[in-house]
């Protein structure tokens, strides 16, 4: 007998039945069946416009926005609204600014896969740091959207943040500067005018710089690129598009600690 194959929906489902108690058997990540092709990031589709009482047909290119989850050790964990680029640095910085992590090498094996209902990060962790993940997870009831959702206890949202430490002194014409030049480097939006743009910016060097349709995925996946290099968020600044919350501050202080 052939089975159908699990939707990410379905998945989720299984996942919350097992965390609230219930007897179900638990389902795994590993068992979807995964599509080599993703969505682009953008997708041109037809438009109309009306203006002074006529209509206008042309093209609009909106930014895609597709459910990602994150799967750690075969279970899924988390699930956010995002743009589908520039995955792997997603998975690292998610993982690094929640404190899953805290160095790229805790992470065994990634693997991007695309699935029926999105797109899946899948990773697996180091032995130490996989057991410090699994007594995690058994406190854990729900998974976490962005921002403060999904969060345990009060004492999670107020978490205390790691000190910053740097002697790099910035004037105020240097982040002028900076501030204006973020634009430029901001692809997407010149496509779809509807993404944000999070970037890292030290004296003589390019901005490196990630966009996504949520400003908190845009973070992270900066966050996973600087883990890359070598170099710290606490060497720069962080120059953002958007509004600065409590989680943003958390996720930069965490971006700037030395591990």
């Keep these: 007998m052939t089975h159908p194959t699990p939707l990410l929906s379905d998945l989720l489902v299984s996942w919350h039945k097992v965390a609230d108690g219930c007897n179900t058997p638990e ?28 209509t206008i047909f042309g093209e609009r290119t909106l930014a895609e926005e ?17 743009t589908p680029d520039d995955l792997e640095d997603f998975a690292l910085g998610f993982s690094y600014t929640e404190g899953i992590i805290t ?38 009831v729900g998974p976490a959207g962005c921002g403060m959702c999904g969060l345990e206890s009060l004492a999670e949202a107020n978490r205390a943040i790691p000190m910053a430490r740097c002697g790099l002194q910035v004037g105020r014409q240097e982040i002028a500067e900076v501030v204006a ?48 290099t070598s170099w710290s968020a606490a060497d720069g600044v962080i120059v953002l598009s958007s509004r600065i919350s409590i989680e943003l501050v958390q996720k930069a202080a965490m ?5």
């Design 27 to 54: 389902m795994r990540i590993s068992e979807l069946e995964a599509s080599p092709v993703l969505p682009l990031p953008a997708r041109c589709v037809p438009r109309q416009a009306w203006r002074n009482g006529s």
């Design 66 to 82: 597709v459910p990602v989850a994150f799967s750690y050790d075969g279970a899924a964990h988390a699930v956010l609204m995002a």
């Design 103 to 140: 160095a790229p090498a805790e992470i065994a094996e990634l693997a991007v896969l695309s699935v029926a209902d999105g797109i899946v990060l899948r990773m697996w962790l180091t032995g130490e740091r996989s057991d410090a993940f699994a007594a995690r997870r058994r406190r854990f």
């Design 181 to 228: 030049a973020l634009p430029a480097g901001q692809l997407l939006n010149m496509q779809t005018r509807a993404v944000h743009a999070a970037a890292f910016w030290r004296p003589d060097q390019d901005l490196v710089l990630r966009e996504d349709i949520g400003r908190h995925n845009a973070l992270d996946k900066l966050a996973g690129a600087l883990l890359r």
């Design 255 to 259: 971006m700037g600690r030395r591990s």
